[in-house]
C-alpha cells in the first residue's frame, strides 16, 4: 500500500470549509404578517450548531414574530433537531439522499421541552460542546487535565474560532490539548518530553502509547429494501434512531495496518461482518491490529462530563434485538461515502470533528421481522 499522509491540510480545509446550503422557514404559526417572509437562506457550517445561526435569523424574521420570550428550535419534517448535534452530522443521518438546499423550519415559540432540551444562549451550545472535548480527552488519555487547564481566555478562543471556521486559531490552541495526531500504527504520537499521564510513565522522547478513538455512531434502520433513497420514509422520532458511544482501543500488531474496516467491525459487531457490508466495499480478508471497544464507563468518567448527548446514548443492542444482522446500505463520515480500505489513521486524523469525535452515521436495511425492540 502506498504511504498515507498522516495529517492532510487539504482534507483539514475541506472540513472545516464545508457548509450545507439551508433553506430555514418560519413556521405557519408563529407568522403574523401579509405576505409571510419568504424563508432564509443560509449557509450552515458543518462543524457547528443550528442555534449558532440564530443571531442571523432572528433579524431576519422579527417583523412578523408574534409578542412572547424566544425559545428558539428547529425542525425538519415535523423532527425536532437536537441542537447538540453537529449540523454536518444531522444532515448526513437526516436526508439518505441528500437535499439542496435543506429546508428546516425554525420556531420561536412553543419549545418540545418533552423531547428537546431548551437551548438559552450561545453558551449551552460552547459548554456542550467543551464537555464533549473534556469526554474525547478522557478516552484519548485518560483524564481531562489539559481541557480543564485551559485558561478562559484560550477556551474564549478556541470557541470563537470554531464560530468563525478559523483552523488556523483552533490549531494554535487545540495543540496544547495533546489529542493527537495518531500514526499510521493507530497508536497516539506524543512529542519530546510530553508527558504520558493516561499510562502513568515517565516522559519519553518521540513516544508512542496504544490508541484509544472516541466515536459516535448513529445508526438509521430503514425498514424496505429501496434502490432510491429518495423514496425512504423520513424519521419522525429520534427513539428510531440508535446513538452510539463507543471507544476503539487499539492495540498494535507489528506490521499491520488498520482500516475503516476493520475498525467499524470492532465498533459494532451487532451489525458489521463481511456479509452485510455494501456491495462495493467489501475486500478480502484482511489481517490488522487487534481493536477493542471498551464502554465510556472503563474510564471512570465523572458525573460532571456526562452531557446531554453522554444521558441520551443508548447503545444498539440493550434497546434493540437484532434475530438477523442486517445490511448496511450506507456509511458516511463527514458527508462522504469513504472506501472502507482506507486506512483508519487518516480518517481519525482528517475527518474528526473540531469535539475529537469521529461522528460516524449508518443506514442499514432491516424487514420489521429482523428487529424486535426491547
Known amino acids: 500500500m502506498a504511504t498515507t499522509e498522516l495529517c492532510s491540510e487539504e482534507a483539514l480545509r475541506f472540513i472545516w470549509g464545508g457548509a450545507i446550503p439551508l433553506q ?27 442555534p449558532l445561526l440564530v443571531p442571523l435569523l432572528k433579524p ?12 428558539v428550535w428547529f425542525d425538519y419534517k415535523g423532527l425536532p433537531l437536537k441542537w447538540n448535534i453537529p449540523t454536518g452530522v444531522l444532515f448526513d443521518l437526516l436526508c439518505a439522499e441528500p437535499e439542496r438546499p435543506w429546508n428546516l423550519t425554525v420556531h420561536f415559540r412553543g ?8 437551548c438559552e444562549s450561545e453558551d449551552n451550545v460552547k459548554w456542550s460542546f467543551i464537555n464533549a472535548l473534556k469526554e474525547a480527552a478522557y478516552v484519548i488519555n485518560g483524564n481531562c487535565k489539559n481541557v480543564m487547564n485551559l ?22 490552541i487545540a495543540s496544547r490539548l495533546k489529542l493527537g495526531p495518531i500514526g499510521e ?3 497516539l504520537k506524543t512529542g519530546a518530553g510530553q508527558p504520558r499521564q493516561a499510562l502513568g510513565e515517565a516522559d519519553t522522547a ?9 466515536v459516535r455512531l448513529y445508526v438509521r434502520n430503514i425498514i424496505q429494501d429501496l434502490d432510491d433513497f429518495d423514496e425512504a420514509t423520513a424519521v419522525d422520532s429520534w427513539d428510531s434512531i440508535s446513538y452510539i458511544n463507543r471507544p476503539v482501543e487499539i492495540h498494535k ?14 465498533l459494532l459487531p451487532e451489525i458489521f461482518d463481511d456479509e452485510t457490508m455494501p456491495d462495493n466495499q467489501i475486500f478480502s480478508k484482511e489481517e490488522g491490529c487487534q481493536v477493542t471497544n471498551p464502554s465510556f464507563e472503563d474510564y471512570e468518567t465523572p458525573n460532571s462530563l456526562r452531557n446531554v448527548e453522554t444521558e441520551e446514548a443508548s447503545i444498539i443492542s440493550d434497546s434493540v434485538v437484532l ?9 458516511r463520515i463527514q458527508g462522504i461515502e469513504l472506501d472502507l480500505s482506507i486506512p483508519f489513521f487518516w480518517v481519525v486524523n482528517n475527518l474528526m470533528n473540531p469535539d475529537y469525535f469521529i461522528h460516524i452515521c449508518v443506514f442499514t436495511e432491516a424487514s420489521p421481522s429482523q428487529v424486535l425492540v426491547r
Open 24 to 50: 430555514i422557514h418560519l413556521h405557519e404559526s408563529e407568522v403574523t404578517t401579509l405576505p409571510p417572509p419568504p424563508p432564509a437562506l443560509i449557509l450552515g457550517p458543518r462543524i457547528g450548531y443550528l
Open 60 to 71: 431576519y424574521f422579527s417583523s412578523t414574530l408574534p409578542p412572547g420570550v424566544d425559545t
Open 111 to 118: 419549545h418540545p421541552g418533552e423531547t428537546l432540551i431548551p
Open 151 to 172: 485558561s478562559q481566555a484560550d477556551q474564549f478562543e478556541l470557541w470563537q474560532s470554531l464560530m468563525k471556521g478559523n483552523v488556523e486559531a483552533y490549531q494554535r
Open 185 to 187: 500504527d493507530c497508536t
Open 206 to 214: 518521540g513516544s508512542s502509547r496504544v490508541g484509544r478513538i472516541p
Open 253 to 266: 500488531h507489528e506490521g499491520h495496518l488498520l482500516t475503516l474496516r476493520t475498525a467499524l467491525k470492532a
Open 323 to 331: 434475530s438477523k444482522k442486517p445490511k448496511v446500505k450506507l456509511i
